[in-house]
C-alpha cells in the first residue's frame, strides 16, 4: 500500500534530492563511533549465540537455529554495508578493514559489492544503469531463452530468494565487469574471501565434518541470502513502482518514489540494524544505519505522501513473483504468461 497523508513539501520536476536532504536534520548525518561500535559488538554477540545454538540444539530445533544465525549474519552484512557507504567511521582504512571483516564469513567481496553497490545509488530504477533486480525488457527476455531467461524466471516467481546468490557469484569475483581504476581493489578483496574461504572451510570440515560445514555455514548462509534476496528485491519493485529510461528518470521523484518501505518482524528489524527502513538511505547514504528510524521519521514528515509503505507477508511476495516479471514502460510489468502469449 502506498501512505497518503498531510505533507508540508511538494515534490516537482524541480526538486533535487538536495532540497530533500535538506529537510532532515544535520544530526542524523553525524557519525557515532560509540553507536558505530556497539552495533559491531551485537552483531558478533547475537552470531555467537546463534553458533551456540547450532551445537547445542536437538536436530528438531536445528532450523531454528540457522534461521537465527542467518538472520544475525545479516546484520554483519549491514555494518560491511555502512562501511561501503563510508557511513561507519570517518576514516577510510577503518571503513575499509571493518568492512572486509564483516563480509569474510559471508564470502562476500567487499571491494566488488561496494563499487556495484554505489553504482545502484546513482541509478537506483533506471533501465540500463540499475544492477539490483533489474527487471528484463520483452526483447532481452525473448534473446534470452534458455539458461538465462530460464534462470530469470526461477528468480522473479517462487525462487526469488536465491537471486542475492547468483547475483553474488556473477558480478562480485570478475574484475573485468569493472573499470580499469577499481580492478586492483576489486581484485585484492574476491582473492582474500577466496583464501578465507579456503582456509575456515578446510578447518570447519576437518573439525567438525561436512555435516557440521552444511550446519555451521551452509545453513545459515542460505538463510543469509533468503534476506538479501527478499530485502533487496522489495526494496524497488512492486507492482506499481516504475523503473524508467533514461530520459525520464529523475534523481529526487525516482530515489523517493521508487524506495520501498517495509516493516519486518522486529526480531528480523533488531538483527538487521533498520536496513529496510530505506527510504532515508537512497535519499542519502550517508545515513548511518542507527540513525535510519530518525531520519525515516523526518521525511515522513516532510514527504509521506510520496513514500511507498508496505508490511512484509508471504503475500507480498506473491504478489510481487506473480506479477513483476517483464518491464513495461506504461503499466511497470507484464507478466511471463502475457508475454509468452504473445510469442506463440
Request: net charge neutral.
Amino acid at each position: 500500500m502506498v501512505a497518503i497523508q498531510n505533507s508540508s513539501h511538494t515534490l516537482t520536476p524541480e526538486t533535487t534530492l538536495r532540497d530533500i536532504i535538506k529537510t532532515i536534520p544535520s544530526e542524523y548525518f553525524e557519525k557515532k563511533p560509540l553507536r558505530a561500535w556497539l552495533s559491531v559488538l551485537f552483531s558478533l554477540t547475537t552470531a555467537a549465540l546463534g553458533y551456540a545454538s547450532i551445537a547445542f540444539s536437538p536436530w528438531y530445533l536445528l532450523p531454528f537455529a540457522w534461521i537465527f544465525t542467518g538472520t544475525a549474519l545479516t546484520g554483519w552484512f549491514v555494518i560491511g554495508h555502512d562501511c561501503g557507504h563510508r557511513s561507519f567511521s570517518n576514516k577510510i582504512w577503518v571503513n575499509d578493514l571493518v568492512g572486509h571483516i564483516a563480509f569474510l564469513p559471508l564470502i562476500f567481496p567487499f571491494h566488488g559489492w561496494r563499487f556495484k553497490h554505489d553504482h545502484h545509488h546513482q541509478h537506483t530504477n533506471k533501465m540500463g544503469e540499475d544492477n539490483a533486480w533489474y527487471p528484463f525488457t520483452v526483447e532481452e527476455y525473448e534473446e534470452g531463452k534458455g539458461l538465462i531467461s530460464g534462470v530469470y524466471r526461477l528468480i522473479r516467481t517462487r525462487f526469488w530468494w536465491i537471486g542475492s546468490i547468483i547475483h553474488w557469484a556473477n558480478l562480485h569475483f570478475n574484475a573485468s565487469l569493472y573499470p580499469e581504476r577499481q580492478r586492483e581493489q576489486v581484485k585484492f578483496s574476491y582473492r582474500l574471501v577466496i583464501v578465507f574461504a579456503a582456509i575456515s572451510f578446510t578447518v570447519l570440515i576437518y573439525t567438525t565434518g561436512f555435516l557440521g560445514f552444511i550446519n555451521y555455514f551452509l545453513m545459515p548462509w542460505l538463510v543469509y541470502h533468503f534476506w538479501m534476496s527478499t530485502f533487496t528485491i522489495v526494496h524497488h519493485t512492486m507492482p506499481d513502482i516504475q523503473f524508467k529510461d533514461k530520459d525520464k528518470w529523475h534523481a529526487a521523484t525516482d530515489q523517493l518514489t521508487g524506495t520501498v518501505h517495509c516493516d519486518y518482524p522486529a526480531w528480523v528489524e533488531w538483527l538487521c540494524h533498520d536496513i529496510n527502513v530505506h527510504v532515508p538511505h537512497h535519499i542519502s547514504t550517508g545515513i548511518p544505519s542507527y540513525n535510519l528510524r530518525l531520519a525515516h521519521k523526518s521525511l515522513d514528515e516532510n514527504w509521506g505522501q510520496y513514500m511507498y509503505k508496505t508490511k512484509f507477508s508471504w503475500e507480498l511476495m506473491k504478489d510481487i513473483g506473480d506479477r513483476c516479471h517483464i518491464y513495461d514502460s506504461e503499466k511497470c510489468y507484464k507478466t511471463f504468461a502475457e508475454v509468452d502469449a504473445k510469442s506463440v
